[in-house]
């Protein structure tokens, strides 16, 4: 039974789940823990400003790629699905609280406990909560809108994310950082999903591959191009690295696209995939990402030439994976055995 609920599900986009949470972790690696290499690094260390500079342009589509799966799929509330996800992150919050205590690393106390379980502080859990709640709405609106409407509608939200997102940033859109792209990106998912765009559907996955690697060559070209002609300009670079740059969406949907087209069954990928929302968990936790992750990272960079670094850096990737599925499937027992209490009167799962 469990192994026929596993092959349920699409692997080619179960694959893509998997893939963009370590992508997280990869831009975390990189981007979050050194910031944009300055004009002066990339005169002293030019091998590894390039490598960082290439790592986060293959890796910024991260986020944008798990909303995309949302939007593909169609998030449709229930009391349960709800339950789970709170359920989720709370677990995570909990077991790595008393986890630093057990081991010395946080003395205990109330304001410690209420301040390290405060999963709303960061970003992404509550708009994507938001998203969440607001998806029946989106997808009745993709299913009846006429499709003049639709299209209409995706192309304000684009202008209005790349205007007042993108350039400016007014309205608190930072960047890609709010609902407002989550809903755009899950309009986008939706609509091709639900409304097949007859030259997209086209495409082979490997003309969509290409896209996504033009788009990472186009984010080098502005890079060096601001680095030979215009030195000044690299300050500003950082705005081509976040979620809302045409770039980075463009780049997104083709790399979605690709996994679409894929067409295979895999219990263990589908396995995996169904704990890829514990990697995000597991290694954003504050005292996690603030005292360990991100000092390793820089006494790695300092230590070791930039192959070494990289090296370290997948099997650091690829431990962190391992460590939060395993500890998943502790919440997944834990889970099944309180289940039942969100289960409707109808049986409703």
């Given at each position: 039974?469990?192994?026929?609920k596993l092959?349920?599900?699409?692997?080619?986009m179960?694959?893509?789940r998997i893939?963009?949470?370590?992508?997280v972790?990869?831009?975390?690696?990189?981007?979050?823990?050194?910031?944009?290499p300055?004009y002066d690094?990339?005169?002293?260390?030019?091998y590894?400003?390039?490598?960082m500079?290439?790592?986060?342009?293959?890796?910024i589509?991260?986020?944008?790629?798990?909303?995309?799966?949302?939007?593909?799929?169609g998030?449709r509330p229930k009391r349960?699905?709800?339950?789970?996800?709170?359920?989720?992150?709370?677990f995570?919050?909990?077991?790595?609280?008393?986890g630093?205590?057990?081991?010395?690393?946080?003395?205990?106390?109330?304001?410690?406990?209420?301040?390290?379980?405060?999963?709303?502080?960061?970003?992404?859990?509550p708009t994507y909560?938001?998203?969440?709640?607001?998806?029946?709405?989106?997808?009745?609106?993709?299913?009846?809108?006429d499709?003049?409407t639709l299209?209409n509608?995706?192309?304000?939200?684009?202008?209005?994310?790349?205007?007042?997102?993108w350039?400016?940033?007014?309205?608190?859109?930072?960047?890609?950082?709010s609902?407002l792209?989550?809903?755009?990106?899950y309009?986008?998912?939706?609509?091709?999903?639900?409304?097949p765009?007859?030259?997209?559907?086209?495409?082979?996955?490997?003309?969509?591959?290409?896209?996504y690697?033009?788009?990472?060559?186009?984010?080098?070209a502005?890079?060096?191009?601001?680095?030979?002609c215009?030195?000044?300009?690299?300050?500003?670079?950082?705005?081509?690295f976040?979620?809302?740059?045409?770039?980075?969406?463009?780049a997104?949907?083709?790399?979605c696209?690709f996994f679409?087209?894929?067409?295979?069954?895999?219990v263990?990928?589908?396995?995996?995939?169904?704990?890829a929302?514990?990697?995000?968990?597991f290694?954003?936790?504050?005292?996690?990402?603030?005292?360990?992750?991100?000092d390793?990272?820089?006494?790695?960079l300092?230590a070791?030439?930039?192959?070494?670094f990289?090296?370290?850096?997948?099997?650091?990737?690829?431990?962190?994976?391992?460590?939060?599925?395993?500890?998943d499937?502790?919440?997944?027992?834990?889970w099944?055995?309180?289940?039942?209490?969100f289960?409707?009167?109808?049986?409703?799962?």
């Open positions: 039974m469990a192994n026929d092959l349920s599900r699409q692997s080619g179960e694959l893509l893939i963009a949470m370590l992508l972790v990869i831009v975390h690696t990189d981007y979050y823990t050194f910031g944009a300055t690094y990339m005169q002293s260390n030019p590894k400003a390039f490598a500079y290439l790592v986060d342009s293959i890796a589509i991260c986020v944008n790629c798990f909303v995309f799966i949302s939007g593909w799929f998030i349960k699905s709800f339950a789970n996800l709170l359920f989720q992150i709370v995570f919050n909990l077991l790595l609280y008393f630093y205590v057990a081991l010395g690393k946080q003395p205990f106390s109330i304001m410690s406990f209420v301040s390290h379980c405060n999963f709303l502080e960061h970003w992404f859990i909560i938001a998203l969440f709640f607001i998806a029946p709405m989106l997808n009745i609106f993709v299913e009846k809108a499709k003049a299209r509608v995706i192309v304000a939200l684009a202008v209005l994310e790349l205007i007042l997102g350039t400016v940033d007014y309205l608190h859109i930072k960047g890609g950082y609902l792209s989550f809903i755009l990106i309009l986008v998912a939706r609509t091709l999903k639900s409304r765009i007859g030259f997209i559907e086209r495409m082979s996955k490997w003309q969509l591959m290409g896209i690697a033009l788009c990472v060559g186009a984010n080098m502005i890079v060096y191009g601001s680095y030979f215009y030195p000044a300009g690299i300050s500003h670079i950082g705005r081509f976040n979620y809302a740059s045409p770039i980075v969406l463009v997104s949907f083709a790399f696209l679409t087209k894929l067409r295979f069954k895999s263990a990928i589908n396995w995996i995939a169904a704990s929302f514990a990697i995000y968990l290694h954003t936790d504050r005292l996690f990402l603030d005292r360990f992750f991100v390793f990272c820089r006494s790695q300092e070791n030439n930039i192959y070494v990289s090296l370290i850096m997948v099997g650091f990737v690829l431990a962190i994976a391992a460590v939060s599925i395993l500890l499937q502790l919440r997944i027992l834990v099944r055995l309180i289940a039942p209490i289960d409707s009167k109808k049986g409703e799962q």
